[in-house]
């Protein structure tokens, strides 16, 4: 299958400070990067959904100035979480679409801990 | 809103039974159904997908889809040790480039 690559794996930073997570498909185009994030003992909840080349489409209730997302190429998605507080220590998780399959592959997620 | 329910389990079930998980969700529109399976501390991988109603079977893996009654389910057969893991439903109303709304997940124990 597809292979979806993130880095960093995990992550500590100091409250207030910027953190950038990067998504890449290794062996296919992603022409949809999906941003989803988990709490502990919770299910995957969508942040926002990225196209190439285009804007983010942000769920509700998610700070788009706040998560900044780029989809600059069919292979990189980046998430960048700027002021970062405690309460955005979570695990964040990316999935890529694309031809022919479609189907979404996910990332090996980020643990981002905020101190 | 979109929902999706899962019993968040423990289900516990003997090696070598079958385990069965259960999901309803709330959108009748929905129209592409997926289990994944995840392991503590690790992102979810793909078990198997279904689109029509009644059965779809994959090796030791039964999804059964029910859209009138907005319900689907995933059977395990002779479950292993290496089946302990949360199982989770996801949803999407067209195809698999497009949302996915997750259940929270049932937590799966295959015991000796």
């Known amino acids: 299958g597809a292979v979806v690559s993130q880095h960093p794996s995990w992550v500590i930073c100091k409250s207030g400070t910027s953190v950038k997570i990067e998504c890449r498909s290794l062996?296919?185009?992603?022409?949809?990067m999906f941003w989803y994030r988990q709490f502990p003992k919770q299910s995957l909840m969508l942040m926002a959904t990225?196209?190439?080349?285009?804007?983010?489409?942000?769920e509700q209730g998610v700070e788009k100035d706040k998560f900044l997302i780029n989809h600059a190429s069919l292979t990189l998605s980046t998430l960048t979480v700027t002021s970062a507080h405690p309460e955005d220590s979570s695990f964040y998780i990316c999935?890529?679409?694309?031809?022919?399959?479609?189907?979404?592959?996910f990332g090996p997620g980020t643990r981002l801990t905020v101190t | 809103q979109k929902e999706v329910e899962q019993n968040s389990g423990p289900l516990s079930v003997p090696e070598g039974a079958i385990a069965s998980l259960n999901c309803t969700y709330s959108?009748?529109?929905?129209?592409?159904f997926f289990w994944y399976r995840q392991y503590s501390g690790k992102s979810p991988e793909l078990i198997m997908f279904?689109?029509?109603?009644g059965d779809k079977e994959d090796g030791r893996f039964t999804a059964q889809l029910n859209k009138a009654s907005q319900y689907v389910s995933l059977l395990i057969r002779d479950s292993q040790p290496s089946d302990s893991a949360t199982y989770l439903c996801?949803?999407?109303?067209?195809?698999?480039?497009?949302?996915?709304?997750f259940g929270t997940g049932t937590r799966l124990q295959v015991t000796l």
């Open positions: 999935s890529a679409s694309g031809p022919p399959s479609y189907e979404q592959y």
């Open positions: 279904i689109y029509s109603n």
């Open positions: 062996d296919f185009q992603a022409t949809t």
């Open positions: 996801a949803v999407s109303d067209t195809g698999t480039a497009s949302k996915l709304t």
């Open positions: 959108d009748r529109g929905s129209q592409s």
């Open positions: 990225s196209n190439e080349g285009s804007k983010a489409t942000y």
